[in-house]
């Protein structure tokens, strides 16, 4: 069954493998033969007439809210705006006069963001859930639910939802920029993208062997790591250091290359692993260089990087794609890394201390 883990040791490591499947069960599922978005005209309407879009979300989900922010202000002009949800919940921000509400929730079950939704709805606010989970708390009371199809996510670390809700926003983005008539959306082959997706995913989760070994030589030892990156790089690198602390207890950070030298820079020792994320041509050399600049005071240093900016001594090469789907790729080998680094501490990945999969309290 979906739930069963079969010969896998444990639920992530399935639940990583299977996310090439999940990007083509969206794509079939969300976009028409021609490439054209299958999403409720209405929703698509509430979203072009609004002037800002606020989404709302908690760990991994609002990693995801970020890269989301990106795909809609690029794809449909709207400005948008991505908010943890326990604090939004009690310090709301000033609203624009059209808002529009995405609640981005594996479980739909959050009460941080649920809390955010009787707020929204006490305003009569109008509100998208996208979850993996149908008939969940925060889809019933929204006034629409898109679904992940991701199947069950069992793991404690999330990892194919947070792609799931990458690639749907991807597509509502184009459904609602298509409806504004944005270029950048009517042009947006996200078919054909989320098919290179798909294919460039499995060739980095068959390279689990390398990964392993990296995870060995550098991570299990560790005290502390750093994921550094600009722009979408950098709130991948959120979601990378979030993957590794939460399963391997690892003290990580994600950090925009840039702020390195204002401070945090002082932390790195020799040897401290630190992971250069570069899939944006506009900032790939700034990048490059901050992580220089962490090799000169020791730094092992390590890279995720697109094809199309690799250099010979790159650690993980993932295939070229658009660069609002890169965040799909570039996560991968971080998921497996902290998995691996779990693993190999002897640590039970799918269960870490402390945590719930579905955070019921506020
Ligand atoms: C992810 O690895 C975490 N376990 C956690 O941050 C999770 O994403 C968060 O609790 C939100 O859950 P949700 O998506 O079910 O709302």
Do not use: C, W
Not at 63 to 84: D, F, R, Y
Not at 256 to 275: D, F, Q, R, Y
């Amino acid at each position: 069954t979906a739930s069963d883990k079969g010969t896998y040791p444990y639920y992530m490591l399935k639940e990583i493998d299977e996310q090439p499947n999940v990007m083509r069960k969206l794509s079939a599922k969300y976009l028409d033969q021609v490439g054209q978005p299958v999403i409720t005209p209405a929703l698509v309407e509430k979203l072009r007439d609004s002037d800002r879009i606020y989404i709302v979300g908690a760990g991994t989900s609002y990693h995801a809210g970020l890269v989301g922010k990106a795909q809609l202000e690029k794809l449909t002009g709207i400005p948008t705006e991505v908010h943890v949800a326990s604090e939004f919940a009690y310090e709301t921000p000033l609203l624009s006069e059209k808002p529009f509400f995405i609640f981005l929730s594996q479980s739909g079950e959050t009460a941080d963001s649920r809390q955010v939704l009787v707020n929204v709805n006490q305003k009569h606010l109008p509100s998208l859930t996208i979850t993996n989970v149908a008939n969940s708390t925060l889809s019933r009371e929204s006034d629409f639910t898109l679904l992940l199809e991701a199947g069950p996510e069992i793991s404690v670390a999330s990892t194919k939802a947070y792609t799931a809700q990458i690639a749907l926003e991807a597509i509502l983005a184009k459904a609602v920029g298509e409806a504004k008539g944005v270029a950048a959306a009517q042009t947006f082959d996200l078919k054909g993208q989320l098919a290179v997706v798909a294919q460039g995913m499995q060739s980095i989760v068959d390279e689990k062997n390398e990964i392993d070994q990296i995870a060995q030589d550098y991570f299990v030892q560790a005290n502390q790591a750093f994921y550094i990156g600009r722009g979408i790089d950098y709130t991948v690198s959120l979601e990378a250091a979030l993957k590794l602390k939460e399963i391997s207890y690892v003290h990580a950070e994600g950090f925009a290359s840039g702020e390195l030298k204002h401070g945090t820079i002082a932390l790195i020792e020799p040897g401290t692993p630190v992971i250069g994320i570069i899939t944006q041509a506009g900032t790939a050399g700034l990048t490059r260089s901050n992580l220089e600049e962490t090799a000169a005071r020791g730094a092992q240093t390590l890279s995720i990087v697109r094809q199309g900016l690799a250099r010979p001594d790159d650690t993980f090469v993932i295939p070229d794609v658009d660069e609002l789907l890169t965040p799909l790729l570039s996560v991968i080998p971080a998921q497996l890394l902290a998995y691996y680094t779990s693993l190999n501490k002897g640590l039970n990945v799918d269960l870490p201390r402390n945590l719930a999969k579905s955070v019921t309290v506020e």
